[in-house]
């Protein structure tokens, strides 16, 4: 599983948008991008996946440059709501099961 | 739709007492199933996953055992526990018959050993 590397904490204010980028040089060809979201005392929660280009849901966007070695996790205007820590877990889509790596993450605080 | 559930949601027990963590999913079957610990302030660690009944893998040898008795039950044991033991536990699971889009977790287990 490639390793990721993303800043230990950020700091932004509400109405603000927060880009958290996230490096995984040692991608593999068959990985996926995904970031999970995971507030105080509750499990993580998925927010998006994405393999190539950009990717856009209701909650973030993913972009993901053509070498695919990084990755962009954007935020449209933040809100107090949003402080949490988020992961970015690189790994393969797949039958036989889904085991992920969740480094330490990124710390969001959301100032109002 | 498919739920994850976890008990307790905080423990507290003294050195070399047993511990049982139960996880049961409803509303899938024959899921891949997950258990990680995450110390206070850290990223979360996988200890154990299931691809089916009986089949335990374990990433990190510890005190900890795991076990799957029926298709949508996973329970997490020790027979004695360590002081760091304590920790954040979390069970989770993913599709076992699709391509893995992402892994959905339950609320977790604060285990505090004193």
């Not at chain 1, 005392?41 to 972009?63: D, H, M």
């Not at chain 2, 610990?37 to 660690?45: D, E, F, I, S, V």
């Not at chain 2, 089949?55 to 360590?82: C, G, H, M, T, Y």
Request: aromatic residues 12%; contains cysteine; charged residues 15%.
């Amino acid at each position: 599983l490639a390793k990721t590397t993303q800043p230990i904490s950020m700091d932004s204010y509400e109405g603000q948008e927060v880009n958290i980028t996230c490096s995984h040089n040692n991608i593999a060809t068959n990985d996926y991008i995904t970031w999970y979201q995971q507030f105080p005392s509750q499990g993580p929660r998925f927010i998006i996946q994405g393999y190539k280009t950009k990717v856009t849901n209701e909650v973030a966007s993913l972009f993901i440059p053509a070498d695919r070695k990084s990755s962009t996790l954007s935020l449209p205007r933040v809100s107090l709501s949003d402080t949490a820590v988020y992961y970015c877990l690189v790994g393969r889509r797949n039958t036989g099961g889904f085991k992920t790596i969740f480094g330490a993450g990124t710390r969001l605080f959301v100032k109002a | 739709s498919q739920t994850i559930h976890q008990w307790p949601a905080t423990l507290v027990q003294p050195v070399g007492s047993p511990l049982s963590l139960e996880c049961t999913v409803e509303g899938t079957s024959n899921p891949n199933l997950y258990w990680y610990r995450q110390a206070a302030g850290r990223g979360l660690q996988l200890l154990f996953y299931s691809v089916g009944i009986g089949q335990i893998s374990s990433e990190v040898p510890q005190n900890l055992s795991a076990s799957r008795p029926q298709d949508r039950q996973f329970i997490l044991s020790s027979k004695k526990l360590l002081l760091s033991d304590s920790g954040f536990y979390l069970c989770a699971w993913s599709s076992g018959r699709l391509p893995n889009t992402e892994a959905f977790f339950g609320q977790g287990t604060r285990l505090t050993v004193v």
